[in-house]
């Protein structure tokens, strides 16, 4: 009889690792062993139980989920699944580059979101058929630069701040939230205008609330 599988959750909203635990421990071949709700808290953890995989939320408060999963991947080698309600066309290939065997968005139907698990939990690389096409069209040099989001030119720094700007952010308050300095805010905002071909702190601004990077 085959071991279950042990997970690790890392979210900032207990609620939703609540249900989250749920559903996998009512799995006859998942179990989860223990929870994070922050990077430091992750890090520990993980280290600490060494599980078979860990599921793992971009939205954290302390740091970028694409910047824990670099050092969960570097650490511990640990097969890891990002589980999160943002746009997988925007985030799932910068996962996959940060070390993540898959994506899957929470608003998926359960059974898909199972599978996800199930697939990391093996070692399979896990994307939804419509990203798996996306990806591979890229990689085949099919997809025009026409085609792509102007939103992919943006460095994962650079789209970490967008996306802090978005939520109404000001220079000061992103600069505390990652542990940068105001100048090098500013100038990770210069470069983004330049690669949206923006004006403006205001047309940044206003195209950061449309573009809602929650």
Known sequence: MNEKKRIVLVDDHPILRQG???MLNDQPDMQVIGEAENGP???KVVGSLKPD???LDLSLGDMSG???CKQ???????PILVVSMHDEAMY???????????YVMK???QDQVLGAFRQVAKGQVYLSPKMSARMLQSMSGARTDAGAQPLDRLSDRELEIFRLIGQGNGVRAIAEKLFLSPKTV??????IKQKLNLKSSSELLQYAIEARLT
């Open 92 to 102: 799932a290939e910068r996962c996959l580059r940060a070390g993540a065997m898959g």
């Open 66 to 68: 694409t910047d824990l």
């Open 72 to 78: 969960l991947h570097e650490a511990y080698g640990v």
């Open 20 to 22: 989250l635990a749920k």
């Open 53 to 55: 995989m860990v599921s």
């Open 107 to 109: 608003q998926e139907p």
């Open 41 to 43: 808290q992750a890090m």
């Open 186 to 191: 500013e100038a990770h905002k210069e470069h």
